[in-house]
């Protein structure tokens, strides 16, 4: 059984970076692709980008300026980083697995979920 | 504002059925045959019910059907349950450069 974990902050300051880390068990972070997805308080989803097991990441064209995804094998974990953080970035954040039918925008298998609020 | 436009509430009794309709464009729902439905139950991640239109992942019950017809796409339940009441969302393949798009999402209630 895939379970995924998200750990990091719950409060971030405005313009700081807001680093997220996920970790899997139950399968190869190595394999399939990673996702991030976020929901907003109104629950809105929004994809933010995955990293696939050639660690070749894809981000959404609408925050590529400010996010860095990245895989760290050796612990079986995946990340993310977001820069510039404003209040429009308050939502729960999700780590998820694509591949589902081996396609990358088909999530199967999702962490719980992390609060993540920006605020002075 | 979401890409996928989907009705906000819908409801039902149980024993009834509901189709939740999620409209896009030619460049994500009409242009790709690749539309998914994911429910999500309060505090709880999304999960796939319905992929690629029309297919269910293995476990989930075929009380749950999808269909498309030009720029929108539809989930229909059948045989409401009272555990069906949760919150839908849409999902479509947008290509290589957006990816996927979203629905707004819908909320069922099951009366």
């Known amino acids: 059984q895939v379970q995924l974990q998200e750990s990091g902050p719950g409060l971030v300051k405005p313009w700081e970076t807001l680093s997220l880390t996920c970790t899997a068990s139950?399968?190869?972070?190595?394999?399939?692709?990673w996702s991030w997805i976020r929901q907003f308080p109104g629950k809105r989803l929004e994809w933010i980008g995955y990293?696939?097991?050639?660690?070749?990441?894809i981000y959404n064209p609408s925050l590529n300026s400010r996010v860095t995804i990245s895989i760290d094998t050796s612990k079986n974990q995946f990340s993310l980083n977001l820069s510039s953080m404003t209040d429009a970035d308050t939502a729960v954040y999700f780590c998820?697995?694509?591949?589902?039918?081996?396609?990358?925008?088909?999530?199967?298998?999702w962490g719980q979920g992390a609060l993540v609020t920006v605020s002075p | 504002q979401p890409a996928l436009t989907q009705p906000r509430s819908m409801s039902g009794s149980p024993g009834q059925s509901v189709t939740i309709s999620c409209t896009g464009t030619?460049?994500?729902?009409?242009?790709?045959?690749?539309v998914s439905w994911y429910q999500q139950h309060p505090g709880k991640a999304p999960k796939l019910i319905i992929y690629d239109v029309t297919q269910r992942p293995s476990g989930v019950p075929d009380r749950f059907s999808g269909s498309k017809s030009d720029n929108t796409a539809s989930l229909t339940i059948s045989g409401l349950l009272a555990e069906d009441e949760a919150d839908y969302f849409c999902c479509s393949y947008a290509g290589t450069y957006l990816f996927v798009v979203f629905g707004g999402g819908t909320k069922l209630t099951v009366l």
């Open positions: 990293i696939d097991y050639s660690r070749r990441p």
């Open positions: 139950g399968d190869s972070i190595g394999s399939s692709y």
């Open positions: 030619s460049s994500d729902v009409g242009g790709y045959n690749y």
């Open positions: 998820a697995r694509g591949g589902y039918s081996h396609r990358p925008d088909l999530w199967d298998y």
